[in-house]
């Protein structure tokens, strides 16, 4: 069974803090994703990765940076977070080049206040 | 650029009874990937059936089945027997043969009414 967590489950930080979501997988995929979930707007990619040390800019990349210096981690990282990052987060991962499922993780959910 | 619409938000269904959320997309790629995805209720986003553009015969996993119209970007997801555990968010999702990138919708909430 593929395996997908995340760090915590809820986070509360304030404004201007660095904020790290952690996440790992333990399936060995090669392709791993951050996004966020707002209601009404559905997901929106912030970040993907297909390899290690490697990153593309999703569709709302603003904010946000990320880090894959293993092959099962990959972190998103808030700068300096506001509160328009209030949000939930969720993290998936994939196996290669192929039109494999993407397997989530449980979400991690931020408020920023 | 590829886009997903779920136009109706949010839909309410009898225990037992069929339900048919629609889904409809837009892209000018020949070779791609359809999802729908079911997120229930502060639990993780799991999937729930997929289609290959390629293949005209619809998909179909247990009570789940898709009507997938090609020439007109359309893939509903139809729920036969309806359980109170279908309660959830569906979202419907698409790549491209090209990349693992998933563009989904917005979201539908069906609630199963017991």
């Known amino acids: 069974d593929v395996k997908v967590t995340q760090s915590s489950r809820y986070l509360v930080k304030r404004t201007g803090e660095k904020v790290f979501l952690e996440c790992v997988q333990d399936?060995?995929?090669?392709?791993m994703f951050w996004y966020r979930q707002d209601p009404g707007l559905g997901l929106r990619l912030i970040y993907f990765?297909?390899?290690?040390?490697?990153?593309e800019k999703g569709d709302i990349p603003e904010g946000y940076s990320v880090s894959r210096e293993k092959k099962e981690r990959f972190s998103l990282i808030l700068e300096s977070a506001s509160t328009n990052q209030t949000s939930m987060y969720l993290c998936?991962?994939?196996?290669?080049?192929?039109?494999?499922?993407?397997?989530f993780g449980p979400g991690t959910r931020l408020t920023v206040l | 650029a590829q886009t997903v619409t779920q136009s109706q938000p949010e839909m309410s269904v009898q225990e037992a009874e069929t339900v048919t959320l629609s889904c409809t997309y837009d892209?000018?790629?020949?070779?791609?990937?359809l999802f729908w995805y079911k997120q229930p209720p502060s639990r993780q986003m799991i999937l729930v059936i997929r289609?290959?553009?390629?293949?005209?015969q619809n998909a179909t996993e247990n009570r789940f089945s898709v009507n997938f119209q090609k020439a007109a970007k359309s893939f509903s997801l139809k729920i036969s027997d309806s359980q109170l555990g279908d309660t959830a968010m569906y979202f419907c999702?698409?790549?491209?043969?090209?990349?693992?990138?998933?563009?989904f919708g917005k979201g539908i909430t069906l609630s199963v009414r017991p």
């Open positions: 998936a991962s994939s196996p290669g080049w192929s039109y494999n499922e993407q397997f």
């Open positions: 399936m060995d995929h090669e392709n």
């Open positions: 990765s297909y390899d290690v040390k490697m990153k």
């Open positions: 892209t000018s790629e020949n070779n791609y990937y």
């Open positions: 289609q290959e553009a390629y293949k005209q």
């Open positions: 999702a698409f790549r491209t043969g090209a990349n693992s990138k998933l563009t």
